[in-house]
């Protein structure tokens, strides 16, 4: 097979069983014939290496007495290449750095337009590294950022049944706690000893849910004290909302006790369920100055899907005049492409070292202009447990990535950001939300609607069990304490925004253009977006580099 790309050569060295250095690979790809440089190198490989090494490469190019066409050609552009330069899954900048800037673009204060009406800038803009420069005078110390939740460095889950009976506690009392109000609950004990017949309220976690014979609705509901099975009649207003139900949520009804209640065998009917919700009152905060953050998530570096050149066009963007008001840079998880993700990945890895992969991620990010502010969360993509919360990296991952100075915090973590609380959830139990719910109430089509029931249920991943996998700790990190102003999230890789109960939601789509695991599952990515929302007017203008 002709070698003339190095995620070829990666794929290459990964079916015969080898690793390699993503300048190794650059070496390789740039020889005169990348094919036979690649033989040399593994005939000269020492028996016991898996790792190729840039000292070896180079080594097998100078010692070949092939002649040109034979991958040894003296003085090519392998023997040039440096660590500086981009790695080996950057794609060449646009040959035309006089390229349109597009200047067409969509700004909304009530960004509710359905997808497929949202506007978005057309156009490229210029080459890597030609972006004018407008001597940008940013005052960094006018930089305020608060960061709530992050729990890294705070687990203390080790499996045990204590650590499960302690989150759920947490997660019941701190819901409870924004429900009780609203209703005159009682405890299931205090239930059981009422009179048939009376009127009464419960705060419960779902346990169950079923149908009954007869099509109506059973659900169970468990406090610290029992359970109690409480009846939604399916000629009620209130049985679509049934549909919305998750395991584990906590929610309120609230209705009247059946006349055998004090034999033991009683059952709520209910009248009212009601969500933790947030307020329709709810008002958000703004900064006092004029500045706007971008917002990005599934960067996906080390896949041979990554957009480099659209990611060179953001940041080229981002150095001029344009977006001189974009001060902060939020990054909702998957800034790499990972290892052993799913089925037959190493097929389509351009980088396959997951080290590597951080390193040339590093790189990309020294292209965002030195006095942006970058904050960012993990993913299922990273290289953090899988168990959520996600912890941010390790020391080592973060003296990788460390030249742009950038913070990573846990997933999730709330960031406020001169006043604005920005909720950075990945977003993995969104594929949950979208499997369970109706597709009106929850789809990839429309991703923010699916975010829309995790803030209903005041929950970035209420249901324990299913495919999202969740850590016991001594807290339930994943409850939203705190009413966000801005929800943003990513993972579906699909596009999606509008405003619940007047909070932001976004999901920012990807920088991966579609890859055959995605074509297998039907999935068709959102790529190479950036919201900018302005964080004096809450105002969103969506920019597209692709």
Same mark, same amino acid.
Not at 510 to 529: E, G, H, Y
């Given at each position: 097979?002709?070698?003339?790309?190095?995620?070829?050569?990666?794929?290459?060295?990964?079916?015969?069983?080898?690793?390699?250095?993503?300048?190794?690979?650059?070496?390789?790809?740039?020889?005169?014939?990348?094919?036979?440089?690649?033989?040399?190198?593994?005939?000269?490989?020492?028996?016991?290496?898996?790792?190729?090494?840039?000292?070896?490469? +180079? $080594?097998?190019?100078?010692?070949?007495?092939?002649?040109?066409?034979?991958? $040894?050609?003296?003085?090519?552009?392998?023997?040039? /290449?440096?660590?500086?330069?981009?790695?080996?899954?950057?794609?060449?900048?646009?040959?035309?750095?006089? %390229?349109? $800037?597009?200047?067409?673009?969509?700004?909304?204060?009530?960004?509710?337009?359905?997808?497929?009406?949202?506007?978005?800038?057309?156009?490229?803009?210029? &080459?890597?590294?030609? *972006?004018?420069? #407008?001597? +940008?005078?940013?005052?960094?110390?006018?930089?305020?950022?608060?960061?709530?939740?992050?729990? #890294? %460095?705070?687990?203390? %889950?080790? &499996?045990?049944?204590?650590?499960?009976?302690?989150?759920?506690?947490?997660?019941?009392?701190?819901? *409870? &706690?924004?429900?009780?109000?609203?209703?005159?609950?009682?405890?299931?004990?205090?239930?059981? /000893?009422?009179?048939?017949?009376?009127?009464?309220?419960?705060?419960?976690?779902?346990?169950?849910?079923?149908? $009954?014979?007869?099509?109506?609705?059973?659900?169970?509901?468990?406090?610290?004290?029992?359970?109690?099975?409480?009846?939604?009649?399916?000629? +009620?207003?209130?049985?679509?909302?049934?549909?919305?139900?998750?395991?584990?949520?906590?929610?309120?009804?609230?209705?009247?006790?059946?006349?055998?209640?004090?034999?033991?065998?009683?059952?709520?009917?209910?009248?009212?369920?009601?969500?933790?919700?947030?307020?329709?009152?709810?008002?958000?905060?703004?900064?006092?100055?004029?500045?706007?953050?971008?917002?990005?998530?599934?960067?996906?570096?080390?896949?041979?899907?990554?957009?480099?050149?659209?990611?060179?066009?953001?940041?080229?963007?981002?150095?001029?005049?344009?977006?001189?008001?974009?001060?902060?840079?939020?990054?909702?998880?998957?800034?790499?492409?990972?290892?052993?993700?799913?089925?037959?990945?190493?097929?389509?890895?351009?980088?396959?070292?997951?080290?590597?992969?951080?390193?040339?991620?590093?790189?990309?990010?020294?292209?965002?202009?030195?006095?942006?502010?970058?904050?960012?969360?993990?993913?299922?993509?990273?290289?953090?447990?899988?168990?959520?919360?996600?912890?941010?990296?390790?020391?080592?991952? +973060?003296?990788?990535?460390?030249?742009?100075?950038?913070?990573?915090?846990?997933?999730?973590?709330?960031?406020?950001?001169?006043?604005?609380?920005?909720?950075?959830?990945?977003?993995?139990?969104?594929?949950?939300?979208?499997?369970?719910?109706?597709?009106?109430?929850?789809?990839?089509?429309?991703?923010?609607?699916?975010?829309?029931?995790?803030?209903?249920?005041?929950?970035?991943?209420?249901?324990?069990?299913?495919?999202?996998?969740?850590?016991?700790?001594?807290?339930?990190?994943?409850?939203?304490?705190?009413?966000?102003?801005?929800?943003?999230?990513?993972?579906?890789?699909?596009?999606?925004?509008?405003?619940?109960?007047?909070?932001?939601?976004?999901?920012?789509?990807?920088?991966?253009?579609?890859?055959?695991?995605?074509?297998?599952?039907?999935?068709?990515?959102?790529?190479?977006?950036?919201?900018?929302?302005?964080?004096?007017?809450?105002?969103?203008?969506?920019?597209?580099?692709?």
């Amino acid at each position: 097979m002709p070698l003339e790309t190095p995620a070829r050569i990666v794929t290459a060295l990964a079916k015969r069983g080898y690793n390699a250095e993503r300048e190794a690979v650059t070496l390789l790809a740039n020889a005169g014939d990348p094919e036979r440089a690649l033989d040399r190198a593994l005939e000269t490989a020492p028996d016991d290496a898996i790792k190729l090494t840039v000292d070896h490469v +180079r $080594t097998a190019l100078a010692s070949a007495t092939d002649g040109p066409g034979g991958g $040894t050609t003296d003085g090519s552009a392998a023997a040039t /290449a440096s660590p500086g330069e981009p790695p080996a899954t950057t794609a060449p900048a646009p040959d035309d750095p006089s %390229g349109s $800037t597009g200047t067409e673009s969509h700004t909304s204060s009530e960004p509710n337009a359905p997808r497929g009406e949202t506007p978005v800038e057309t156009g490229g803009s210029p &080459g890597q590294g030609d *972006a004018p420069e #407008t001597g +940008r005078t940013i005052d960094t110390s006018q930089h305020v950022v608060e960061v709530a939740g992050d729990m #890294t %460095g705070q687990s203390t %889950g080790t &499996g045990e049944y204590s650590d499960f009976v302690a989150v759920f506690r947490d997660r019941y009392e701190k819901l *409870a &706690g924004q429900l009780r109000g609203r209703i005159n609950h009682r405890p299931t004990d205090a239930l059981q /000893a009422m009179a048939g017949g009376s009127e009464a309220a419960i705060v419960g976690m779902v346990s169950d849910i079923r149908s $009954t014979a007869s099509g109506h609705w059973l659900i169970e509901l468990e406090d610290t004290n029992g359970t109690y099975p409480c009846l939604v009649m399916k000629d +009620r207003d209130i049985a679509d909302l049934v549909d919305e139900l998750l395991f584990d949520e906590v929610i309120a009804v609230e209705g009247t006790l059946s006349d055998d209640n004090a034999d033991g065998d009683g059952i709520l009917f209910v009248d009212n369920l009601y969500f933790p919700e947030i307020p329709r009152t709810y008002q958000p905060s703004t900064a006092d100055r004029e500045v706007s953050a971008a917002l990005i998530s599934d960067v996906h570096v080390g896949s041979q899907e990554f957009m480099a050149d659209a990611w060179h066009r953001f940041t080229d963007w981002l150095h001029t005049e344009d977006a001189e008001h974009v001060e902060y840079l939020l990054i909702a998880g998957d800034m790499v492409e990972g290892v052993g993700i799913y089925p037959d990945q190493d097929e389509e890895l351009s980088i396959i070292d997951i080290y590597d992969q951080y390193e040339a991620f590093s790189e990309h990010l020294k292209e965002v202009p030195g006095d942006m502010e970058i904050r960012m969360i993990p993913g299922n993509h990273d290289a953090v447990r899988l168990a959520e919360p996600q912890p941010g990296f390790d020391e080592e991952l +973060r003296e990788i990535m460390s030249a742009h100075d950038c913070s990573i915090h846990s997933n999730p973590s709330t960031i406020t950001v001169e006043g604005v609380s920005f909720l950075l959830y990945h977003g993995v139990s969104l594929d949950e939300v979208i499997a369970e719910l109706p597709e009106d109430k929850a789809s990839y089509d429309e991703p923010h609607k699916a975010m829309y029931q995790l803030l209903k249920k005041r929950h970035v991943a209420p249901q324990f069990g299913g495919h999202t996998r969740l850590a016991p700790e001594e807290k339930d990190y994943l409850v939203i304490d705190e009413v966000p102003d801005v929800f943003h999230s990513g993972h579906v890789h699909k596009f999606g925004y509008g405003k619940y109960h007047n909070v932001l939601t976004i999901n920012s789509g990807c920088w991966q253009a579609q890859t055959d695991f995605q074509k297998s599952v039907n999935i068709d990515p959102d790529c190479a977006m950036a919201p900018i929302v302005d964080l004096d007017t809450l105002n969103l203008t969506i920019r597209k580099f692709a």
